[in-house]
């Protein structure tokens, strides 16, 4: 169900895949959770960190736009986005199989 991530500043590689391929089943979770993302980043608490932005939507759909490893790999920009993906896969399984989440959840008892 989740897919791992290596380490390395390609994991967005699976988001990318993902979104694709399920893009009617996650066109708009994604969308929306890339507008928070976003503007959670540029709070003036937290937005020194994010020196080159947290544009999740334009970087999964025009891939140049992507910041470079280093910065993928900060802890800041990996974790949510990793958590995103995970996020991300749950959403497919539970749609895919025609489930509430809560019935998902259920199931893992």
Not at 28 to 51: G, N, W
Not at 55 to 67: E, I, R
Not at 82 to 103: E, F, N
Request: glycine share 6%; aromatic share 12%.
């Amino acid at each position: 169900m989740f897919g791992g991530q290596r380490g390395t500043g390609n994991y967005l590689d699976e988001a990318e895949w993902l979104y694709d391929i399920y893009h009617p089943l996650l066109s708009d979770y994604v969308s929306r959770m890339s507008a928070f993302l976003h503007r959670e980043s540029q709070d003036k608490r937290v937005s020194f960190v994010y020196s080159k932005g947290l544009d999740v939507l334009t970087w999964l759909t025009t891939a140049s736009t992507m910041p470079d490893e280093l910065y993928m790999l900060s802890i800041p920009v990996c974790q949510p986005l990793v958590a995103l993906i995970q996020l991300m896969h749950v959403m497919v399984l539970y749609k895919t199989l025609g489930v509430s989440p809560g019935d998902l959840a259920k199931r893992f008892k």
